[in-house]
């Protein structure tokens, strides 16, 4: 039974799933970080008030505080944004660059001009007519 445990552990895609939640997290701490210290900061500036969370209004005695719902959302579209227009964008344009070109590959057959039977394309005689043709290039 350890034997298997093991070689479960030690199988690739969980050993990269385990640094992709540690790298992950790191990187969630560092987005929040410029959310919260940058980017929010830059929107109170330029819109009044960063922090919404004493946004309330009372109905019957209940108090529904809707503004730390509104922080939620515009932190989460923030960093939505953030992670969007610095890394997406950017390891997409770098993959686009490193993606070798595709080049088309010639057809494998070709048509005979007499009796328009498929031949292949490297071929000088029809094997069902015997016309002789040239290959195409």
């Known amino acids: 039974m350890l034997q298997d445990f093991k070689k479960f552990i030690l199988r690739g895609n969980v050993v990269d799933l385990a640094v992709a939640v540690v790298i992950g997290a ?11 210290d940058l980017v929010t900061p830059l929107i109170g500036a330029i819109g009044g008030q960063p922090d919404f969370s004493a946004l309330s209004f009372t109905i019957n005695d209940s108090k529904f505080m809707y503004g730390d719902f509104l922080n ?3 932190s989460f579209l923030l960093i939505a ?21 595709e080049e088309v590959d010639a057809p494998a057959e070709r ?3 007499e009796c328009l039977s498929a031949i292949p394309a490297g071929a000088k005689r029809c094997k069902f007519c015997t016309a ?3 290959p195409n290039k």
């Open 26 to 36: 790191a990187f969630g701490a560092v987005v929040t970080a410029l959310v919260a």
């Open 72 to 74: 939620a959302v515009i």
């Open 81 to 101: 944004a953030v992670i969007f227009f610095f890394v997406v964008t950017p390891i997409n344009k770098l993959m686009a660059r490193a993606k070798p070109s």
């Open 111 to 113: 048509e005979c001009p």
């Open 132 to 134: 002789t043709s040239k």
